[in-house]
């Protein structure tokens, strides 16, 4: 498989070849979504917590006798009806992690990627070099490529990029080696060097 190169002016400059055991597998919704899911379920800090009625300081002794009173009937001050009383089925701290085993990620970022380039939602660029890590300057990349109102995923090793599309909303930037499924499928289009493609194709390859 070859697919184009482009310069940040958006224009073709060559192509790349490209190993099909990595971008060129079919698409594998069961496995993406699972990928998916996993990943946002591993983003969860779990660290939400309230106090039961048990948990709450006070509310030891009855606050009322229970008849005679013309009042309801009560048996703490600390029952969840009250105010500053425990909360029902309180939310506590709890591990929400998903396991996926290597192979399956693998296979799951594979298929993901070989969608995006047979979508035509994945270009190739040579290099993205900056004069300096401003945002405007990658601003201007999007806008040759009318790329400024979608949602984007850029992958490149260079730090400067990174810093220069921090303010610009709905951009992505990743490296190489951190690029994962979710990335993928969440950002409409995929900008890549031909050093990160590389370099993915060398960890993805069978």
Known sequence: MKVKVYNTSAVEVGSVELNDAVFG??????????????????????TKSALTRTEVRGGGIKPWRQKGTGRARQGSIRAPQWIKGGV???????DFSKKLNKKMKA???RSAISTKIANGELVVVDAIALEAPKTKLVANILKNFNYDQKTL???????????????????????ATLA?????????????????LKQIEEAYSL
Request: glycine share 2%; net charge neutral.
């Open 153 to 175: 995923l850029v992958v490149s090793n260079q730090s400067d990029v990174a810093r220069a599309g921090a303010n610009i909303a709905k951009l992505t930037v990743t490296e």
């Open 107 to 109: 296979a799951a970022f």
């Open 25 to 46: 597998c079919d698409y594998n919704e069961a496995l993406i979504h699972q990928a998916v899911v996993a990943y946002q379920a591993n983003q969860r800090q779990g």
């Open 88 to 94: 029902v089925f309180a939310p506590k701290p709890r």
């Open 180 to 196: 994962n499924v979710y990335q993928l499928v969440s950002n409409v289009a995929v900008i890549v060097t031909v050093d990160a």
